[in-house]
């Protein structure tokens, strides 16, 4: 019931809110992709890890898996994969950086959305950064031999949320409001993207 901070290391007791958090993170991505309205069916596999904050999300219908497999952004931190039936997100705020081969450019994508509606949402995520909680139940399996954990609720709540993932797809989405602003080159500006712990930690030892 309340709420649970959620920036997370490899360690069992908070391993379930990194594997709970991500669902936004799809949210985020396929704002841009269906910028063209609702009902709409987007595969987003193969586009690299891309990162999203948002204010709040609300989730019905949660279920998800959890391994130690380590990832090459966020080695410390599990993989999860994650399904939610239907939710809303508010104030959705997504960052994808795009490298240029010919031209060594960077460029930035930023992808706003005041209000989203989303049905049937899988994603798969590494690393996670807010505040959840649930207004129901939860069921929290471990399994010793396969070192992966399974999580369901009826329901999730998160609050002031920054995600890493990885690919996704979603079944529904409808949106109001879109912005979409493309920098190149960019430094500090208002299109700057949240910190995310692992990507510092990598960057520092890569």
Do not use: W
């Not at 019931?1 to 799809?26: E, H, Q, S, Y």
């Amino acid at each position: 019931m309340g709420n649970v901070p959620a920036t997370v290391p490899i360690d069992r007791k908070r391993f379930v809110v990194v594997f709970l958090v991500a669902n936004v993170v799809l949210i985020g991505f396929l704002a841009g992709v269906a910028s063209v309205g609702a009902g709409v069916a987007v595969p987003a596999t193969g586009v690299g890890g891309f990162t999203v904050a948002f204010d709040e999300l609300r989730g019905d219908g949660f279920e998800q898996y959890s391994t130690m497999e380590s990832h090459e952004g966020c080695e410390r931190y599990p993989v999860s994969e994650t399904r939610i039936q239907s939710g809303t997100i508010e104030g959705l705020h997504l960052f994808k950086d795009l490298e240029m081969p010919v031209t060594d450019d960077t460029f930035r994508v930023s992808i706003e959305a005041e209000h989203v509606e989303f049905e049937g949402l899988n994603q798969r995520f590494t690393h996670l950064e807010g505040d959840i909680r649930f207004e129901e139940d939860q069921v929290v399996e471990y399994e010793e031999g396969e070192d992966r954990m399974r999580i369901s609720s009826p329901d999730i709540v998160i609050e002031d949320g920054a995600i890493q993932t990885e690919n996704q797809y979603i079944t529904q989405l409808s949106l109001e409001e879109l912005d979409v602003a493309m920098v190149a080159n960019p430094e500090e500006t208002d299109t700057t993207p949240p910190v995310i712990d692992c990507q510092e930690e990598h960057n520092a030892t890569g």
